[in-house]
């Protein structure tokens, strides 16, 4: 299962770049929240989600550029969860750090994750607690796990601004080292080992965390709300899932 969607995953990222090194300007359309959206996210979404139905026809996929109809998807025990181009803001950027996330819930909790940054050609992946890094330049694979520091590195998104975080960084000491990173990297980051910290205090969506969250824990890290509690991936009404938003969070090595 795990290699059929690491080649999924890098399938849309293909089609991504396609589009990313097009002479062709990129169309851009904007949602109602005011984000971004391109036709490599929707080439993507089209790819990934008719690859997943093709394989695993009896598990349902929720992606980002889907519907979100609470009352079709309450009640999906088991299902995929997408985000087939995380860190738009990135792409549009030119800077690569954007990536192509595919995981696998059930009763809530990310049992699979695939992250692939196709300009950097660097695939994560975890599945049954193992975790691993595949660099397809150089061509090699590893397996990854998470690592103290005495002056860890933290890292925070590139483009969403929060001053609860700014706040957070004043009240801390001077001991990390801080870096901006775009899209799910930062989780990356963390289950390799070259980061021991990621504070998130604004809006993440399900599809933004989970394949992220299944590498981390799976290197050996840990994700945790503000409250202590466990980011939970059930779409069941008892979890009040309304919405697809998650709470603050602290990922960690």
């Not at 890098?10 to 959206?37: E, R, W």
């Not at 391109?38 to 089209?46: F, I, K, L, R, V």
């Not at 660097?122 to 998470?146: P, Q």
């Not at 000491?173 to 205090?201: D, H, M, T, V």
Request: a positive charge.
């Amino acid at each position: 299962m795990l290699e059929k969607i690491c080649e999924l995953a890098q399938i849309a990222g293909s089609a991504i770049m396609n589009c990313y090194l097009s002479k062709k300007s990129v169309n851009i359309f904007y949602k109602s929240d005011n984000t971004p959206i391109t036709n490599a996210d929707y080439e993507a979404n089209n790819l990934i989600k008719k690859g997943l139905l093709s394989i695993f026809p009896k598990i349902p996929v929720l992606s980002e550029e889907g519907s979100h109809n609470f009352k079709d998807h309450k009640n999906w025990d088991t299902y995929w969860l997408v985000d087939p181009l995380d860190g738009t803001k990135e792409f549009l950027k030119k800077n690569g750090e954007f990536t192509v996330n595919i995981s696998l819930i059930k009763k809530g909790i990310p049992v699979l994750g695939v992250i692939y940054a196709p300009f950097f050609k660097i695939l994560y992946s975890s599945f049954n607690n193992e975790a691993w890094k595949e660099n397809k330049k150089k061509g090699y694979k590893k397996k990854i796990f998470v690592t103290q520091s005495k002056k860890p590195l933290l890292v925070t998104s590139r483009s969403h601004p929060d001053k609860e975080l700014d706040n957070f960084l004043n009240q801390t000491n001077n001991s990390y080292k801080i870096k901006k990173l775009g899209s799910s990297l930062k989780f990356c980051y963390i289950a390799e080992g070259k980061a021991q910290i990621y504070p998130r205090f604004g809006n993440t969506f399900i599809w933004d965390t989970a394949a992220g969250h299944a590498i981390i824990t799976a290197a050996g890290g840990k994700i945790k709300t503000w409250n202590g509690g466990e980011l939970n991936y059930s779409l069941s009404s008892s979890y009040n899932r309304s919405c697809l938003i998650n709470p603050g969070f602290l990922a960690s090595s």
